[in-house]
């Protein structure tokens, strides 16, 4: 076991309000390539938490704002870094194609995320030894990251719709990047939570299409059935939201290359 001197990060989480009533919260120490989104919906009734980051450190500790209002998680997909902290709620949802209770181990190195994950091409040359670059504890190495499963899933179909009170949010099951990907859509309001199966990508970047559990096939559909909706903003599982011009294009771009 390798002993890594990190330097202590003053605070593990970043929050920042999007929206009226939306707050993203984010992990800057934490390599770009595993920093995902927590994204933090007040409704009237209870709160959605979409995604739970990589695990690193205690939510409830860290972020202990997101458990304040009888909060339903949903699990986007049973990756790391969108499942991570999903032990720590007491209702968490997720698609029954994704295994949430035996998910590939979790790592903090580079090089064996690449082989957990199946990653190829320029992602898997460009991965740090280490995917953090601070320590969120004083006890903390990590090589003691393990990825833990939710106490206790349930499981969330396309159609299903998740009740806030003020706002409905419908399930969509959308597989390409993992078999079983779901996004939440608000149709009153045009809103897509979008996990991993689009977000912006930076040039040279590419949806990942190629990882463990990945499907082209049912990517383009699913990327085709997310064309016709009518959507005005994306909240992505990585990076920063955007609207449907750049929504359009990233499918168009991504449909045009895989047939
Ligand atoms: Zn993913």
């Known amino acids: 076991m390798t002993t890594d001197r990190l330097p202590l990060a003053d605070r593990w989480f970043q929050a920042e309000q999007v929206a009226d009533g939306l707050t993203a919260i984010t992990e800057p120490h934490v390599h770009e390539f595993l920093r995902a ?3 933090h919906l007040r409704g009237s009734r209870r709160d959605l938490v979409v995604d739970a980051g990589l695990g690193v450190l205690s ?4 972020a202990p704002q997101l458990f304040e209002h009888d909060p339903a998680l949903v699990v986007t997909h049973a990756h790391l870094d969108h499942m991570g902290g999903a032990h720590e709620f007491d209702t968490c949802y997720a698609h029954p194609a994704e295994a949430l209770h035996a998910p590939a181990p979790g790592t903090l190195r580079g ?5 957990v ?4 091409g320029a992602y898997a040359a460009e991965l740090p030894e280490l995917m953090v670059d601070a320590a969120p504890g004083p ?7 393990e990825l833990r499963p939710p106490k206790r899933w349930l499981p969330l179909e396309d159609g299903d719709v998740v009740d806030l009170g003020d706002r409905r949010l419908t399930a969509l099951h959308l597989p390409g990047h993992s078999p079983g990907s779901v996004a939440l859509f608000e149709p009153d309001e045009g ?12 040039e040279g970047e590419e949806l990942l299409d190629t990882i463990n559990g990945a499907h082209v096939p049912d990517y383009i559909d699913s990327l085709t059935r997310l064309a016709d909706l009518p959507v005005t ?5 990585h990076g920063r939201p955007f609207g449907s011009t750049r929504l359009l294009e990233l499918i168009h771009a991504y449909v045009d290359s895989r047939t």
């Open 37 to 39: 989104n927590i994204w």
């Open 59 to 62: 939510l409830r500790h860290g």
């Open 111 to 115: 090089e064996r995320l690449t082989g």
């Open 117 to 120: 994950l199946g990653l190829e």
């Open 139 to 145: 006890e903390f190495t990590p090589d003691s990251y």
């Open 191 to 202: 809103v897509l939570f979008s996990g991993d199966v689009v977000y912006d990508l930076r």
């Open 233 to 237: 903003v994306v909240y992505p599982g």
